[in-house]
């Protein structure tokens, strides 16, 4: 057995897509309560080539990067309020419609 683990996985991209499933709520309704989504692992998310849930080691990955990629955004976005103006800006772009109006949580 070889250990080919870390290097050829790196490089790799991996596109997430939300979970068809949960609805990226990382559960699905059961009867009495809520049941963690075996779809995506639970993590609202799967491999979007597939649809299949990631391995937890990529999956962390996958998501390291997404976070990574989301939080650097919101600095970019925080940087042209910053500059194009007045804090008015802030209040008006403030979580307008990310990721839908469905949520159906309690
Ligand atoms: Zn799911």
């Known amino acids: ?6 290097p050829a996985f790196k490089a790799q991209q991996i596109e997430l897509a939300q979970c068809p499933t949960c609805k990226g709520r990382t559960v699905v309704r059961g009867v009495f309560h809520d049941l ?3 779809q995506c692992n639970a993590s609202g998310w799967v491999d979007a ?7 937890l080691e990529l999956l962390v990955t996958a998501l390291g990067s997404m976070l990574h990629q989301a939080m650097r955004n919101l600095e ?8 194009s103006g007045p804090a008015a800006i802030y209040q008006q772009n403030n ?3 990310a990721g839908g109006s469905n949520y159906t949580g309690d």
Do not use: F, N, W, Y
């Open 1 to 6: 057995m070889k250990k080919q683990h870390g």
């Open 36 to 38: 963690a989504c075996v």
């Open 49 to 55: 080539q597939t649809g299949d849930a990631l391995p």
């Open 76 to 83: 970019l976005s925080r940087r042209i309020e910053l500059l």
């Open 95 to 97: 979580r307008r419609g």
